[in-house]
Structures are given as structure tokens and as C-alpha cells.
């Protein structure tokens, strides 16, 4: 009998159905990759650096839909603001892959060459090195706590009796369903005057 020709298992197929899993439970495991597939766990790990290359994997994936030519705009808050929106969008497809990419150190070389793109964008703006960091970490707890919050149920506040919360309600009235959109741009909006100060306050020194 002659090979097939769609391979049974590849790096593809495999971080496909991780993905799967994960956006349905949360996280994964090779076995169940592997029964997902219909082969033996043991073929996964021909494929794969074990679970931390499946993680790697997923972290690629996802980062797949950020648009990275957003950090080629200028000037730099533009770009970065472009950047957000996007990596915002990217994770809130997944938002169960969050607390999983997260917690695990980023090994990724294409993920690592966008940071890199992103620290370049941050120095060539004139911000001190020791701030470059903090500056990007800052932004991604927006940005992921932002598609978390997408993720979240519409009505995340249920009032029973609008007479005892008569404000509460009057607040969730008036904004609507872009609660999570508004929240998003009010905190990016934040982040981004701020990192200006920082920056004009460094210029002057």
C-alpha cells in the first residue's frame, strides 16, 4: 500500500487541533491531541518539542492575526495604537488561550522578532532603554484584559431591582453594547498620554 498523500500528522494539523481544544475547555493535552487525530500519543512527539512546542505553536497561531505592519507607521503612537487594536482582535478570537500563553515564556521566533520590531519602534521614538519594557508589558495588560473582556457575557451586571442600583443602571443604559469598546479606548487613550509624558519628560533631561 502506497503513503497517503495528505500526511496523517503534521505540525499544522496538530497545533490546529490544540487550538480547538483550547478555545473549547481551555487548555490541552497531548493525549488528547493525539485521539483528536486518531494516532498514538507517541507520534505527537515526533512532530512536536513536547508540550512547551505545542504552547510555542499556539502562541504563533494566534499571533498570526496581528497585523505587524501597524509598527511600521508613524509616528510611534499611531503605530503602537494600530498595533493594540490589532493584537486586541487577534486574542480576543482565542480568549481562553490567554492565561495558557501567558504563564509560559515566549520562545517563538516570529512572536520574539514582532517584539523586537515593537522595541525598535519604542527606542527609535526616543524613549530611555530601562523604559522600553515596562512601556510594552503595560500595554499588553490593556490589551489582554480588553479581550478578555470581549469574551465576557454582554450583561455581566444582572439587576434584578433598577430601584436599588438606580444609577448602576442608568450607567450601563448609557453606554450600551460598546461597553467593552469604550472601556478599551478610555484605557489605551490613558496608557498612550501617559507614555508621552514619560517620553517628553526623558527628551528633557
Known sequence: MGRPRTPLLDRERITTTALELVDAQGDFSVPQIARRLGVQTGSVYHHVDGREGIVELLRERVAEGIDVSALELRPWDEALAAWARSYRAAFAAHPRAIPLLMTSPVRAPRVLEQYERAVALLLDAGF???????VLVALENVVLGSALDLAAPEAMWEIADETATPRLAEALD????RRADAAFELALEGFLDHARRRRETHAAL
Open 128 to 134: 530611555p532603554l530601562a523604559d522600553v519594557m515596562p
Open 174 to 177: 448609557a453606554v450600551g453594547d
